[in-house]
């Protein structure tokens, strides 16, 4: 449930009723708006009287949660969450754009992807060095020393940076080297690492599952949230449908019910969505059309030859132009880019 404090409502009255909350065993998450106070309830409700909360000063109603994820629940902090990485945020009037290979491959390879990446406008360098490949014949990705390139690319361009992680070690090795960690389409519904990753202190962008409902995903990001860690954004990178002339079905309608459901930012993944490089500006385009805080686009100095997802990578050139290119959409919905 979440307690709404009437507008100017005492400081000493949100305490008092904070301390009821946590005295019976339950935890009280404090909202303060522009507009209002809210108090969000987790816990065994049962343990609390209505009445009891009704009597304190200043509260203006109870309002009840019927969604089992809470403090990723837009009621829970209706204002939208800004999530600082690195040198830069999302979620703000700034549109995030998340670019760089799917994996490091080499330093050179990287350093130069990086300074294509900052060129073309983006803000965030992405790159893969623990691959979570389909075939475990195909590359792993460097580990650790994909890691330090990716530090020495932040030294050299000033870009923040991303990178997967697929187990404890590999979230150890990233909290040394990048600014934001990434939980990848096959893990969002491995509770320990989602655990893991809330307790690395680190802001988390959590994928959608390859076959996972909005809920499913919602819930998995209240894992991470509920270890402490609120710094969370949400990545729509398309679902398995029936559809064969994509790699995914890319769920457009996601942001807006994200929008609706949640407070975290959404960004969105036109690479993995189409597994195609032709069909990345039109995606990328409609994504900031419909209100999404940002995309995370595959980049790559030679796709053909690229160690993995080739296809659907952008070149230079190709990058380029579809930033030129979203310029305007960024304006119509009042994005700086
Ligand atoms: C990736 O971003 O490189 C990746 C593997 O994405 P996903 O988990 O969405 O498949
Ligand atoms: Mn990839």
Not at 109 to 126: D, T
Not at 225 to 237: H, K, Q, S, T
Not at 270 to 280: A, E
Request: contains cysteine; aromatic residues 6%; hydrophobic residues 40%.
């Amino acid at each position: 449930m979440i307690i709404v404090m009437k507008p100017n409502a005492a400081k000493e009255s949100v305490n008092a009723i904070t301390n009821y909350i946590e005295g019976k065993g339950l935890q009280a998450h404090l909202s303060e708006g522009t507009e209002v106070t809210i108090i969000g309830v987790v816990g065994d409700k049962t343990k609390l009287s209505q009445d009891s909360i009704m009597s304190y000063k200043d509260v203006q109603k109870i309002v009840p949660v019927t969604e089992s994820y809470k403090l990723t629940n837009k009621q829970f902090h209706p204002e939208p969450s800004i999530i600082k990485v690195g040198n830069t945020e999302i979620g703000s009037n700034n549109l995030t754009i998340m670019a760089g290979p799917c994996a490091v491959e080499t330093e050179q390879q990287l350093l130069s992807i990086a300074h294509a990446a900052l060129a073309g406008g983006a803000n965030i360098l992405r790159g893969g060095a623990y691959k979570p490949r389909t075939s475990p014949y195909a590359f792993q990705g460097l580990e650790e020393e994909g890691l330090r390139y990716m530090q020495e690319a932040k030294a050299e361009t000033g870009l923040s940076t991303i990178c997967e992680v697929v187990s404890l070690d590999a979230i150890n090795a990233a909290v040394k080297y990048v600014d934001m960690i990434q939980i990848g389409a096959r893990n969002m519904q491995n509770f320990y690492l989602l655990k893991e990753a809330g307790k690395s202190g680190l802001p988390v962008l959590l994928k959608r599952g390859l076959c996972a409902t909005i809920d499913e995903w919602l819930n998995a990001a209240e894992y991470i949230i509920a270890e402490g860690n609120p710094n969370v954004v949400l990545c729509e990178r398309g679902i398995r449908t029936y559809e064969t002339a994509t790699r995914n079905t890319l769920d457009i309608s996601a942001v807006p019910v994200l929008k609706e459901k949640t407070h975290l930012p959404v960004i969105v993944d036109p690479s993995h969505s189409t597994g195609s490089y032709k069909y990345v500006p039109s995606m990328a385009k409609a994504a900031v059309a419909c209100g999404a805080d940002g995309l995370m686009i595959e980049v790559h100095n030679d796709p053909a030859n690229a160690l993995s997802d080739g296809p659907q990578s952008l070149t230079f050139k190709r990058f380029n132009q579809l930033c030129k290119e979203l310029h305007p959409f960024a304006d119509l919905v009042g994005r700086k880019f």
